[in-house]
């Protein structure tokens, strides 16, 4: 009996003593023994730049070892997400403590929803690395809400995988202004640029006689009929419900047309939102025709946009519009059948199996086309890109040359993390994926992977094949577009489905049920419906010297 | 509850009690929650009260006749296509003779609900494609010209969405009108007969009556399946081209997650809900039956 109790006693203690040491093993981790060339932020190989942090890490008494993290940066399926696992896995050699986890979201939607649902649940679940464009509320109010972090301070410091190049000198400086919002506040990181224009077969065209990519309207009409009339789809786009990208077009012929309104949306001296820092963005900006970037990184105001739409200044049945919607009927026409419902996807697939002669879509497409090619073997074709064109003859109501989409793709911020430690990973994170050896091995490694290269590359020292170029190269247009898209098309925010309603309407117009006359006035019935609806939600007086 | 009854029942109710809790947690909480935020502005992250506003913007939103006219094809179509084709199959397979090709028939009907649901709607879209689908194809080789984007045309589209699952067998309802058929009284079927009763007269003054209760189930699942439903309206249109084939559900799906006004789109789901009641209090109410 004594026996068995001295045996109970020691087996008790013996199983006490596990419990405490697996309680206390955290401390003994052998990957939380971080040497001390990694909790110094710098590792042994000091000769490669890039792999390297050029400083000393700070404090080198600092010995402390790190505790384990994992950041999360959240991404879209197929945006370099190949490249972006790489970079994740070099900088998890370089700081073993610290892994980067690439989250992809399968949609925008998703990733929108996502982002501001749990940064509202106190954002413990949110991810550390974000797209800026993809949460689902303008930069300032993600801001003021505390959900991303203000990167004007980062940007100005020594980045140690760049050789201490700054972020602000290692980005190329002409796209600063789009990663600043209204309050002259950095929240982005360009990555990239991205554009909007046509993909054309090189094969099918030269078949119809069509040795040049069409430059005009006029060009372009007679080259897609040429095709039309070989028996061929001219070109293939989709206006599906939420996959309609006709708007762009529509956006893009807009932005032509009205381009001299837009200084009168941008917020004033006495207006009742007006702060010193968008005072000093606007007052530096004035409209000049010549100028298709004389607008980046202006603080406009809805309540003047909607104060502009009420003030009829812009026409929305005159001349311009009668023109922009005469060559959209017209272009509908050489489009593929069904292309009132059909998504992107299948347009592409119409592109791609040599059935449609061109494509509209954006550089995003690139790489996945590339990757395409590829696997077609000897059914591939040569193709090449063209930008939104100008029309044949200079008309007073489209001054200048028309803009599309021109602006940073992958915008990335930083989430607001009460966690410090995280915060300052993630912020070493990017300076490592901006250094210019990391990005290009992003952009190699999707390009391999065939995946969205979205455009050039915003990172200096990046270079790209010169047939990636080329293919680029039809997407630079000559500026951002910034339609002031209530002028016409109206508020849909006030209406979800208005948006819908519109699309009815422009088909009836497409399908010669009611004329372009009726078509227009109907829209921009419309669009007071929803503008005044939008106004009365908002309790807007259309004074902008007062605050509703 | 006695401590007798309580020693009886009290395991059953303690099984009972987790799956209780969570149907409660996960379904009528959420749906409670929909019910206080119908009558509020809701993006998620605020909400304001705005009384019955959201229920008047749906009912003064420009797509809602169309939509509720759209619901109304849907609904209609759907409720036929589940009590005239799966009875005619069951009849028919009913009055086959032979065990085996009973079987052969029955699991050939049933087999088609193991398919997922998005793969019929996606092989419908590709029936439907104007490019390489099979229909246009059919068409052609048939000898007719045109050729159309039946989905993509405002004449076509709904009819389209409509006609998909042709021949409109579908597994359960099927599979219960052939069980209740099975177990038809066979004496009072065979004496029907002697008396002179033809195939005619036996279906309509036998089993039709007698399927009543079937009927009232299929049409109370059907009408609610169909008003629930813009899975496939998504899938195939998107509700286009323009509006032509969209649905209240489509609506309510457009505000909540297309533009993440979650209050608007619980008031839809409110009304929806209402609706589904009163058509399911109608339904039993005014279709009786002895059972």
Same mark, same amino acid.
């Given at each position: 009996?004594?026996?068995?109790?001295?045996?109970?006693?020691?087996?008790?203690?013996?199983?006490?003593?596990?419990?405490?040491?697996?309680?206390?093993?955290?401390?003994?981790?052998?990957?939380?023994?971080?040497?001390?060339?990694?909790? %110094?932020?710098?590792?042994?190989?000091?000769?490669?730049?890039?792999?390297?942090?050029?400083?000393?890490?700070? %404090?080198?008494?600092?010995?402390?070892?790190?505790?384990?993290?994992?950041?999360?940066?959240?991404?879209?399926?197929?945006?370099?997400?190949?490249?972006?696992?790489?970079?994740?896995?070099?900088?998890?050699?370089?700081?073993?403590?610290?892994?980067?986890?690439?989250?992809?979201?399968?949609?925008?939607?998703?990733?929108?929803?996502?982002?501001?649902?749990?940064?509202?649940?106190?954002?413990?679940?949110?991810?550390?690395?974000?797209?800026?464009?993809?949460?689902?509320?303008?930069?300032?109010?993600?801001?003021?809400?505390?959900?991303?972090?203000?990167?004007?301070?980062?940007?100005?410091?020594?980045?140690?995988?760049?050789?201490?190049?700054?972020?602000?000198?290692?980005?190329?400086?002409?796209?600063?202004?789009?990663?600043?919002?209204?309050?002259?506040?950095?929240?982005?990181?360009?990555?990239?640029?991205?554009?909007?224009?046509?993909?054309?077969?090189?094969?099918?065209?030269?078949?119809?006689?069509?040795?040049?990519?069409?430059?005009?309207?006029?060009?372009?009409?007679?080259?897609?009929?040429?095709?039309?009339?070989?028996?061929?789809?001219?070109?293939?786009?989709?206006?599906?419900?939420?996959?309609?990208?006709?708007?762009?077009?529509?956006?893009?012929?807009?932005?032509?047309?009205?381009?001299?309104?837009?200084?009168?949306?941008?917020?004033?001296?006495?207006?009742?939102?007006?702060?010193?820092?968008?005072?000093?963005?606007?007052?530096?900006?004035?409209?000049?025709?010549?100028?298709?970037?004389?607008?980046?990184?202006?603080?406009?105001?809805?309540?003047?946009?909607?104060?502009?739409?009420?003030?009829?200044?812009?026409?929305?049945?005159?001349?311009?519009?009668?023109?922009?919607?005469?060559?959209?009927?017209?272009?509908?026409?050489?489009?593929?059948?069904?292309?009132?419902?059909?998504?992107?996807?299948?347009?592409?697939?119409?592109?791609?199996?040599?059935?449609?002669?061109?494509?509209?879509?954006?550089?995003?497409?690139?790489?996945?086309?590339?990757?395409?090619?590829?696997?077609?073997?000897?059914?591939?074709?040569?193709?090449?890109?063209?930008?939104?064109?100008?029309?044949?003859?200079?008309?007073? %109501?489209?001054?200048?040359?028309?803009?599309?989409?021109?602006?940073?793709?992958?915008?990335?911020?930083?989430?607001?993390?009460?966690?410090?430690?995280?915060?300052?990973?993630?912020?070493?994170?990017?300076?490592?994926?901006?250094?210019?050896?990391?990005?290009?091995?992003?952009?190699?490694?999707?390009?391999?992977?065939?995946?969205?290269?979205?455009?050039?590359?915003?990172?200096?020292?990046?270079?790209?094949?010169?047939?990636?170029?080329?293919?680029?190269?039809?997407?630079?247009?000559?500026?951002?577009?910034?339609?002031?898209?209530?002028?016409?098309?109206?508020?849909?925010?006030?209406?979800?489905?208005?948006?819908?309603?519109?699309?009815?309407?422009?088909?009836?117009?497409?399908?010669?049920?009611?004329?372009?006359?009726?078509?227009?006035?109907?829209?921009?019935?419309?669009?007071?419906?929803? %503008?005044?609806?939008?106004?009365?939600?908002?309790?807007?007086?259309?004074?902008?010297?007062?605050?509703? | 509850?006695?401590?007798?009854?309580?020693?009886?029942?009290?395991?059953?109710? #303690?099984?009972?009690?987790?799956?209780?809790?969570?149907?409660?947690?996960?379904?009528?909480?959420?749906?409670?929650?929909?019910?206080?935020?119908?009558?509020?502005?809701?993006?998620?992250?605020?909400?304001?009260?705005?009384?019955?506003?959201?229920?008047?913007?749906?009912?003064?939103?420009?797509?809602?006749?169309?939509?509720?006219?759209?619901?109304?094809?849907?609904?209609?179509?759907?409720?036929?296509?589940?009590?005239?084709?799966?009875?005619?199959?069951?009849?028919? /397979?009913?009055? /086959?003779?032979?065990?085996?090709?009973?079987?052969?028939?029955?699991?050939?009907?049933? #087999?088609?609900?193991?398919?997922?649901?998005?793969?019929?709607?996606?092989?419908?879209?590709?029936?439907?494609?104007?490019?390489?689908?099979?229909?246009?194809?059919?068409?052609?080789?048939?000898?007719?010209?045109?050729?159309?984007?039946?989905?993509?045309?405002?004449?076509?589209?709904?009819?389209?969405?409509?006609?998909?699952?042709?021949?409109?067998?579908?597994?359960?309802?099927?599979?219960?009108?052939?069980?209740?058929?099975?177990?038809?009284?066979?004496?009072?079927?065979?004496?029907?007969?002697?008396?002179?009763?033809?195939?005619?007269?036996?279906?309509?003054?036998?089993?039709?009556?007698?399927?009543?209760?079937?009927?009232?189930? /299929?049409?109370?699942?059907?009408?609610?399946?169909?008003?629930?439903?813009?899975?496939?309206?998504?899938?195939?249109?998107?509700?286009?081209?323009?509006?032509?084939?969209?649905?209240?559900?489509?609506?309510?799906?457009?505000?909540?997650?297309?533009?993440?006004?979650?209050?608007?789109?619980?008031?839809?789901?409110?009304?929806?809900? #209402?609706?589904? #009641?009163?058509?399911?209090?109608?339904?039993?109410?005014?279709?009786?039956?002895?059972?």
């Amino acid at each position: 009996m004594q026996n068995k109790k001295v045996i109970a006693i020691l087996t008790t203690a013996v199983l006490s003593t596990t419990l405490l040491a697996a309680c206390g093993s955290n401390n003994n981790d052998p990957n939380t023994n971080t040497p001390a060339n990694t909790a %110094n932020d710098q590792p042994a190989n000091t000769n490669n730049s890039t792999d390297a942090p050029a400083n000393d890490g700070g %404090n080198k008494a600092d010995d402390t070892p790190k505790e384990n993290k994992t950041i999360t940066f959240s991404t879209i399926t197929n945006y370099y997400t190949a490249g972006l696992e790489i970079a994740a896995e070099d900088y998890h050699k370089l700081h073993p403590e610290t892994t980067v986890k690439i989250d992809i979201v399968s949609d925008n939607t998703t990733y929108q929803t996502s982002f501001q649902a749990k940064m509202a649940a106190g954002g413990d679940d949110a991810p550390d690395i974000v797209h800026a464009n993809l949460l689902g509320d303008t930069p300032n109010n993600n801001i003021a809400k505390g959900f991303i972090l203000k990167l004007n301070d980062f940007i100005e410091q020594p980045n140690p995988y760049n050789n201490g190049t700054s972020l602000k000198d290692g980005i190329v400086a002409d796209y600063w202004k789009n990663a600043t919002d209204s309050a002259n506040e950095v929240y982005m990181l360009p990555f990239d640029l991205v554009g909007t224009g046509f993909f054309y077969n090189k094969d099918i065209f030269s078949k119809a006689g069509i040795t040049e990519a069409p430059t005009t309207w006029e060009a372009l009409f007679d080259a897609l009929q040429k095709i039309k009339d070989a028996g061929t789809i001219p070109l293939a786009m989709s206006q599906a419900t939420g996959s309609d990208y006709e708007g762009w077009m529509v956006g893009a012929f807009l932005d032509w047309s009205s381009r001299s309104l837009i200084p009168d949306t941008w917020l004033q001296p006495g207006d009742a939102r007006d702060t010193p820092e968008a005072d000093k963005i606007n007052s530096t900006l004035k409209y000049s025709p010549d100028d298709p970037f004389f607008d980046v990184g202006a603080v406009g105001d809805v309540e003047r946009q909607l104060a502009l739409w009420k003030s009829g200044k812009y026409d929305a049945t005159g001349p311009a519009e009668q023109k922009t919607w005469t060559t959209l009927k017209k272009l509908s026409t050489y489009l593929q059948p069904g292309y009132a419902t059909m998504k992107d996807a299948d347009a592409y697939q119409l592109f791609i199996s040599g059935k449609a002669a061109a494509y509209w879509n954006g550089s995003w497409q690139v790489g996945q086309i590339l990757k395409d090619q590829k696997s077609l073997g000897d059914k591939a074709f040569q193709w090449g890109t063209f930008k939104f064109p100008d029309f044949a003859t200079p008309d007073p %109501n489209f001054p200048g040359h028309p803009r599309g989409i021109l602006v940073p793709g992958h915008q990335l911020s930083v989430t607001a993390k009460k966690d410090q430690e995280t915060v300052a990973r993630s912020k070493d994170f990017l300076q490592f994926l901006y250094s210019p050896a990391e990005a290009q091995k992003v952009f190699s490694a999707t390009i391999d992977a065939g995946q969205f290269v979205q455009g050039p590359s915003l990172v200096k020292g990046v270079t790209l094949p010169d047939e990636i170029n080329a293919y680029l190269d039809g997407f630079k247009v000559a500026g951002n577009m910034a339609p002031i898209s209530l002028l016409t098309g109206g508020n849909p925010a006030a209406e979800p489905n208005a948006t819908a309603e519109g699309k009815s309407l422009e088909l009836q117009y497409y399908n010669d049920k009611i004329s372009l006359d009726e078509y227009l006035k109907k829209r921009a019935a419309l669009a007071k419906k929803t %503008n005044e609806q939008y106004i009365a939600d908002n309790k807007y007086d259309l004074d902008p010297k007062t605050n509703p | 509850m006695n401590l007798a009854k309580w020693r009886r029942y009290g395991i059953s109710y #303690l099984f009972l009690i987790p799956s209780f809790l969570f149907i409660a947690t996960f379904l009528y909480y959420p749906v409670l929650l929909a019910f206080f935020h119908s009558f509020t502005k809701w993006n998620l992250v605020t909400s304001e009260w705005v009384g019955l506003d959201n229920f008047k913007k749906f009912f003064n939103e420009g797509t809602f006749a169309t939509g509720a006219k759209n619901q109304l094809i849907y609904t209609l179509t759907d409720v036929v296509k589940a009590i005239v084709f799966p009875l005619i199959g069951a009849e028919l /397979v009913y009055l /086959v003779g032979g065990n085996k090709i009973k079987y052969l028939f029955r699991t050939g009907f049933i #087999l088609p609900m193991l398919l997922p649901g998005v793969v019929s709607i996606l092989l419908w879209q590709n029936i439907y494609d104007p490019t390489n689908g099979l229909l246009n194809q059919l068409l052609h080789a048939m000898g007719f010209t045109s050729t159309h984007a039946w989905l993509g045309e405002e004449k076509t589209a709904i009819w389209s969405i409509v006609m998909m699952g042709l021949p409109f067998i579908s597994g359960l309802p099927f599979l219960i009108f052939y069980a209740a058929i099975g177990n038809m009284n066979q004496e009072q079927l065979e004496a029907a007969r002697i008396d002179g009763a033809n195939g005619w007269n036996v279906f309509t003054k036998m089993h039709l009556p007698f399927l009543m209760p079937q009927f009232k189930i /299929v049409i109370i699942l059907t009408i609610l399946g169909s008003l629930q439903d813009y899975v496939k309206i998504m899938i195939l249109t998107g509700g286009g081209p323009g509006v032509a084939t969209t649905n209240p559900a489509m609506i309510m799906y457009n505000a909540a997650f297309g533009s993440s006004q979650y209050g608007y789109g619980s008031a839809i789901g409110v009304a929806l809900f #209402l609706v589904i #009641l009163v058509l399911t209090i109608f339904n039993l109410k005014f279709l009786k039956t002895d059972y």
